[in-house]
């Protein structure tokens, strides 16, 4: 199987910035889009971020022009640059990637556990 394991959460006053990996494993034949989620208390899962395996990128119009999703391939890796942190933006962050299984055929929606990143004004 496979799996995502997020890092690099923590708390940052606003203003601040932090970057995110997102580290896939397992028996991986490749990896499509990945993308990035954030989950604040009280409220649905939003997205952040997606990009494709060639490079495209969405952005959600919140985080546009502060955060920058990009991935490493070769390395199974995706990143979530962020920058210009605001309060707003404090949430549990997932990594999210569909990923195609050798073992089980399987072309599956995998999620991370989630890493918390707290905005202190």
């Known amino acids: 199987q496979v799996q995502l394991v997020e890092s690099g959460g923590g708390l940052v006053q606003a203003g601040g910035s932090l970057r995110l990996s997102c580290a896939a494993s397992?028996?991986?034949?490749?990896?499509?889009?990945m993308g990035w989620y954030r989950q604040a208390p009280g409220k649905q899962r939003e997205l952040v971020g997606t990009?494709?395996?060639?490079?495209?990128?969405n952005y959600a119009d919140s985080v546009k022009g502060r955060f920058t999703v990009s991935r490493d391939n070769a390395k199974s890796m995706g990143y979530l640059q962020m920058n210009s942190l605001k309060p707003e933006d404090t949430a549990v962050y997932y990594c999210?990637?569909?990923?195609?299984?050798?073992?089980?055929?399987?072309?599956?929606?995998?999620w991370g556990q989630g890493t918390l990143v707290t905005v202190s004004s």
């Open positions: 990009i494709t395996r060639g490079g495209s990128t």
């Open positions: 999210n990637a569909d990923i195609a299984d050798y073992v089980t055929y399987r072309d599956l929606e995998v």
């Open positions: 397992g028996s991986i034949f490749n990896i499509n889009t």
